[in-house]
Each structure stands twice: as structure tokens, then as C-alpha cells.
């Protein structure tokens, strides 16, 4: 099983600043099936970015994800009030499903 | 539009039994895989199961093994998680998400249910 390691626990930032998260595997993740979701306080998570850096449907172009094998980062360019949540990464692939612990972003 | 609503969340006692459905809509509910996500109370998220998009292959965590059964009737666009031999670690939100793009559990997760609240407790 692969195991997803985040980075750093809880990122405290003021609306603005760039955020940069990082997600690292255990062992490489096949074919970037990594993604990134967005869940705020009493809410399903939320697809952001899927195939490490390929955008969802409706996702702001401040949020951007790159990496690859075993290292992954999900970038906002650029704080908004509603960018405050916590950022899980995912990997998927072959019927196996693994989340990272998450990392909290709030404001500082 | 493209939904995605669970029910039957509850409290139930340890070693018990109970059936979470999740009723689809605004897509061909057929052609994609479909999963089971938990949250445990303030913690991360946990896959728990996945079903074909035919529900001819399903795939379990290691966690739920031989006590957890998904299903799905696609004349009726609904999922479910029959649960069986529940323990208080089963305790969480069950979430009910939808693969990406495949009839094959093998994308992220586009699509989520707003949950349904398991707790199990004597």
C-alpha cells in the first residue's frame, strides 16, 4: 500500500501569500494518479486537481499542481478568504485508494 | 444537475448492523465506478470501498474486509454499504463519491455526497 505523507501539518498564512503544500509517497505513484481536494468545515471534500496537475472543472487557476514519482506540490498563487480549509492528497489507480492526513491552511 | 445524496446514517450498537444507500442523479449512472470515503470524528479521510460501474468487481480496505459489503442497483441509480459487525473505530461520516471517468475504480473522485453520520456506540 502506498503511503501519503503531507506537508506541513497546518500552514499559517494571511490572504494574499502564496501557499505551497507537498505531498510525498511512499513509492512512486503510477502515471501521476495523484489529486488534490479541498474540504472546509461541514462539507464534503471537493475535487481540485487530478493527474498531479491537471485542473477539475470550476477550479480557479490561483491552484496549481505539479510533481511527479514519489514528490508532489499543490500551489496557490495567491490567498483568497475562501482558500482557509484543509488539503488532502490522494493517490488512485488500479482499484486502490490512499489520502494523505492532510494539511490545514489558515490565517494567520 | 449531477448529485449525489446518502442515507441512512444512525446510531447503532457495537456489533451491530446497518445499510447506508446513496441515491444518483444528473449522470448515467452505469458507465462509472463508485466509492465509500469515512471520516472518523476531527480526523483525515479513509477510502473504504469501490464498486464497477457493471458492480461485477468490488474492491475493500483492509479495514472493512469480510465485514462490509457494497453494492449497487443501476436500475435505480443507487449505491449502498451494507455493514455488518460494526465496531466504535467504525464510527464516522460515510461519504459516497463518484469516479472521474471510468466504469472502473481507477480516477479521482469528481463528484461527493454530503454524508451520513454513523456512530456506533453502546
Known amino acids: 500500500e502506498i503511503v501519503l505523507t503531507q506537508s506541513p501539518g497546518t500552514l499559517s498564512l494571511s490572504p494574499g501569500e502564496r501557499a505551497t503544500l507537498s505531498c510525498r509517497a511512499s513509492?512512486?505513484?503510477?502515471?501521476?494518479?495523484l489529486a488534490w481536494y479541498q474540504q472546509k468545515p461541514g462539507q464534503a471534500p471537493r475535487l481540485l486537481i487530478y493527474?498531479?496537475?491537471s485542473r477539475a472543472t470550476g477550479i480557479p487557476d490561483r491552484f496549481s499542481g505539479s510533481g511527479s514519482g514519489t514528490d508532489f506540490t499543490l500551489t496557490i498563487s495567491r490567498l483568497e478568504p475562501e482558500d482557509f480549509a484543509v488539503y488532502y492528497c490522494?493517490?488512485?489507480?488500479?482499484?486502490?485508494?490512499?489520502f494523505g492526513p492532510g494539511t490545514k491552511v489558515d490565517i494567520k | 444537475e449531477v448529485q449525489l445524496l446518502e442515507s441512512g446514517g444512525g446510531l447503532v450498537q457495537p456489533g451491530g448492523s446497518l445499510r447506508l444507500s446513496c441515491a444518483a442523479s444528473?449522470?448515467?449512472?452505469?458507465?462509472?465506478?463508485m466509492s465509500w470515503v469515512r471520516q472518523a470524528p476531527g480526523k483525515g479521510l479513509e477510502w473504504v470501498s469501490a464498486?464497477?460501474?457493471?458492480?461485477?468487481?468490488?474492491y475493500y480496505a483492509d479495514s472493512v474486509k469480510g465485514r462490509f459489503t457494497i453494492s449497487r442497483d443501476n436500475s435505480k441509480n443507487t449505491l449502498y454499504l451494507q455493514m455488518n459487525s460494526l465496531r466504535a473505530e467504525d464510527t464516522a461520516v460515510y461519504y459516497c463519491?463518484?469516479?472521474?471517468?471510468?466504469?472502473?475504480?481507477?480516477?479521482?473522485?469528481?463528484?461527493w455526497g454530503q454524508g451520513t453520520m454513523v456512530t456506533v456506540s453502546s
Open positions: 490522494q493517490q488512485y489507480g488500479s482499484s486502490s485508494f490512499t
Open positions: 444528473g449522470f448515467t449512472f452505469s458507465s462509472y465506478a
Open positions: 513509492q512512486s505513484v503510477s502515471s501521476s494518479y
Open positions: 463519491a463518484k469516479d472521474g471517468a471510468s466504469p472502473l475504480p481507477e480516477d479521482a473522485f469528481d463528484i
Open positions: 493527474g498531479a496537475s
Open positions: 464498486i464497477s460501474g457493471s458492480g461485477g468487481s468490488t
